[in-house]
């Protein structure tokens, strides 16, 4: 027997952006634990949104599980949030999922580093150089020194926890950046997305940072963040074909207004047609297009063959995983093959 510490991680129920919360207890078990030895428990809902202070118990239903590389016999436990009776909480998105394995998400996912207010390497007044050398910036006057310390660890921590970490980069404004996460079966990438979100805050701790998800914290000429949305489904993948190909960008046209209600709040700040994104309130595709609604690879496109996978650019980077895959696979399953 062994003492293990389990770390179980939350969506609260506040809007439009769910906030990450976790509690720790020490449980025993003969060797590492599998998920359904993990016990369900329960948390104070009136003190996150998800319950009124008379009758206050949710309960958290461990889902994934991934060692901790940062703590000792520790385990990161995703959790979903579920009703007295059962059923799930109306903030758990992860439930309306209609999960299939064959669905294939990548998220990028763009943030900034927060100190005092203010982007890290912003001066106490004014602004840094303009835009120009910081994306994929080599050298102190580009990234500066924390950043590229924190995204490298952070990419440590997540491929020792088993999550499908698949890069990093400096993005176009100074104190930006961006890591990929990639996931077969929209679940499990969307998991991987929320416990890499937690890490990387829980690190950011340790250096009095905050982790800005707003999509254009900075007003001005500078890039606001996204997480692009890359997806594909084996129909897509092994079959694909121009017709089907411009069937499903109709039904996307369609579904404009679900799509945004759900790829994150004040996008209308950041889809503007400028810096690499189309306006909010029009659909477009288009081969290599990043100002495109959605950006179709050349690989797609190769021998017109219309196969592989595609990019939703507009998800800013405050928006769920679980809602914009659970909404991209409805609008996909809405189309016949
Ligand atoms: P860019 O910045 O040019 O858009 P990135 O390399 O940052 O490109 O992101 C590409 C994303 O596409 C990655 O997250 C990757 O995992 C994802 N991706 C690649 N192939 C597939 C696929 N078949 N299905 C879904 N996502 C994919
Ligand atoms: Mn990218
Ligand atoms: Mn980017
Ligand atoms: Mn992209």
Redesign the pocket.
């Known amino acids: 027997m062994a003492k293990y510490r389990l770390d179980y991680i939350w969506l609260d129920g506040y809007s439009p952006v769910q906030n990450l919360r976790t509690k720790c207890t020490i449980k025993e078990f003969d060797e590492f634990p599998t998920l359904d030895q993990l016990p369900e428990w329960g948390f104070d809902g009136s003190s996150t949104k998800q319950a009124e202070g008379g009758d206050s118990d949710c309960i958290l239903k461990p889902v994934a599980l991934f060692p901790d590389p940062t703590r000792v016999h520790g385990i990161l436990v995703m959790c979903e949030v579920m009703l007295p009776d059962g059923t799930p909480h109306p903030s758990n998105a992860r439930a309306t999922i209609a999960d299939d394995e064959g669905t294939?998400?990548?998220?990028?996912q763009e943030y900034f580093l927060y100190q005092d207010g203010r982007p890290l390497g912003f001066p106490e007044e004014g602004y840094p150089e303009p835009q120009g050398l910081y994306y994929c910036g080599v050298g102190y006057s580009a990234v500066g020194d924390i950043g590229r310390e924190i995204s490298d660890i952070h990419l440590d921590y997540c491929l020792e926890a088993g999550i499908n970490h698949?890069?990093i980069n400096a993005e176009v404004a100074k104190g930006q950046w961006?890591f990929?996460?990639?996931g077969k079966g929209s679940k499990r990438a969307a998991d991987e997305m929320w416990v890499a979100r937690f890490l990387l805050q829980r690190l950011c701790e340790e250096y009095g940072l905050d982790v800005n998800y707003h999509c254009k914290p900075v007003k001005g000429d500078w890039n606001g963040s996204g997480m692009?949305c890359?997806?594909?489904t084996e129909y897509l993948?092994e079959t694909g074909g121009k017709e089907y190909f411009l069937k499903l960008m109709d039904a996307f046209e369609e579904n404009v207004e679900e799509h945004i209600a759900v790829y994150g709040p004040d996008n209308d700040q950041r889809l503007t047609g400028l810096h690499e994104t189309q306006s909010i309130d029009k659909f477009s595709w288009g081969v290599a297009d990043r100002g495109a609604s959605i950006r179709v690879p050349h690989s797609f496109v190769k021998d017109d063959l219309y196969k592989?996978?595609l990019?939703d650019r507009r998800p800013n980077s405050q928006g769920c995983p679980y809602k914009i895959a659970s909404r991209v696979i409805k609008t996909i399953q809405s189309v016949s093959v």
Do not use: C, M, P, T
């Open positions: 294939w998400f990548g998220f990028e698949e890069g961006e990929q996460i990639f692009h890359n997806f594909s993948r592989g996978y990019e």
